[in-house]
T-cell receptor
């Protein structure tokens, strides 16, 4: 059965303090690994899709990387507006289902 | 913005009553999905649709039914709501033009008393 585990559950950073979020997964035949950002009371907002080990994608202060067993979301010099819950999801080849982790709640203090 | 609206955005209902949630999209996407989000769980797929009148079950489909009579609308029905169906419900579409990725609507918060 597909499983996605995100760590840590919660993370507090000072503004400018870089860190990484982890997403470990087990899936038979990865079709894609997805990162979303979710603000309170809103729907998940798409950030990145990664398809194969070694792939990296960047957007502003965020960089996502992928290995055969895990993905990292690196946050460089975060700002308070980066505070949100970050969700990781995997999709198996031939399946329509996204399997989500429980998320990491990031708080960036000014 | 994926052009998705959900209605109602908030609803409080009594156990045993029927409830229908609506997802509307404006961009003619073929695939549409219903997920629920609960504390301590990730988002979980309820049902999805791959075209008008074409639907399939997800991992938590018991107690839910869906219908899609037109491309733009995907309805989720709780035939007889229970307290365990209190949740936040999200609709999503799959966009082939943007990396074949699922994009989510704003959600409906449903409380069953």
């Amino acid at each position: 059965e597909d499983q996605v585990t995100q760590s840590p559950e919660a993370l507090r950073l000072q503004e400018g303090e870089s860190s990484s979020l982890n997403c470990s997964y087990t899936v038979s035949g990865l079709r894609g690994l997805f990162w979303y950002r979710q603000d309170p009371g809103k729907g998940p907002e798409f950030l990145f899709t990664l398809y194969s080990a070694g792939e990296e994608k960047e957007k502003e202060r965020l960089k996502a990387t992928l290995t055969k067993k895990e993905s990292f979301l690196h946050i460089t010099a975060p700002k308070p507006e980066d505070s949100a819950t970050y969700l990781c999801a995997v999709q198996e080849g031939g399946s329509e289902k996204l399997v989500f982790g429980k998320g990491t709640k990031l708080t960036v203090n000014p | 913005d994926a052009g998705i609206t959900q209605s109602p955005r908030h609803k409080v209902t009594e156990t045993g009553t029927p409830v229908t949630l609506r997802c509307h999209q404006t961009e003619n996407h073929r695939y549409m999905y219903w997920y629920r989000q609960d504390p301590g769980h990730g988002l979980r797929l309820i049902h999805y649709s791959y075209g008008v009148k074409d639907t399939d079950k997800g991992e938590v489909s018991d107690g839910y039914s869906v219908s899609r009579s037109k491309t733009e609308d995907f309805l989720l029905t709780l035939e007889s709501a229970t307290s365990s169906q209190t949740s936040v419900y999200f609709c999503a579409i799959r966009d082939y033009t943007r990396g074949d990725t699922q994009y989510f609507g704003p959600g409906t918060r449903l409380t069953v008393l």
